[in-house]
């Protein structure tokens, strides 16, 4: 069982960048699609993008915001899952988590409960 493990959080000021990467400890994520997650707590969960297990489809949650200035990748090479953030503002504020889902493309992954291995998270802070 793959045990996700995330990295890259820390604290930037309003407009900067972090690239966030997501590796697996227990196996490897090339066989499986990884989607990206933030949560405020005491909010509920937001999903933010999924990528297919070969690259080759992306999948954004319904956020413009989010559309427009994170980006997904992966290198199966380096077994990452990589979320780009860019010209984040405090509301981006989060713990972020990547997680697996089964189906290797992105179609497969319609839910949160379509995912079964968790990250513990990496807490992005944003000051203005």
């Known amino acids: 069982q793959v045990q996700m493990v995330e990295s890259g959080g820390r604290e930037v000021q309003a407009g900067g960048s972090l690239r966030l990467s997501c590796t697996a400890s227990g196996g490897t994520l090339s066989s499986y699609s990884v989607g990206w997650f933030r949560q405020v707590p005491g909010k509920e969960r937001e999903f933010l993008a999924v990528?297919?297990?070969?690259?080759?489809?992306?999948?954004?949650g319904p956020s413009a915001s989010v559309k427009s200035r994170f980006t997904i990748s992966r290198d199966n090479d380096e077994k990452a899952v990589y979320l780009q953030l860019d010209n984040l503002t405090p509301e981006d504020s989060a713990i972020y988590y990547c997680?697996?889902?089964?189906?290797?493309?992105?179609?497969?992954?319609?839910?949160?409960?379509?995912?079964?291995?968790w990250g513990l998270g990496t807490q992005v802070s944003v000051s203005s």
């Open positions: 997680a697996a889902c089964r189906h290797p493309y992105t179609t497969g992954c319609p839910r949160d409960d379509s995912y079964f291995s």
């Open positions: 990528i297919s297990w070969a690259g080759t489809q992306t999948r954004y």
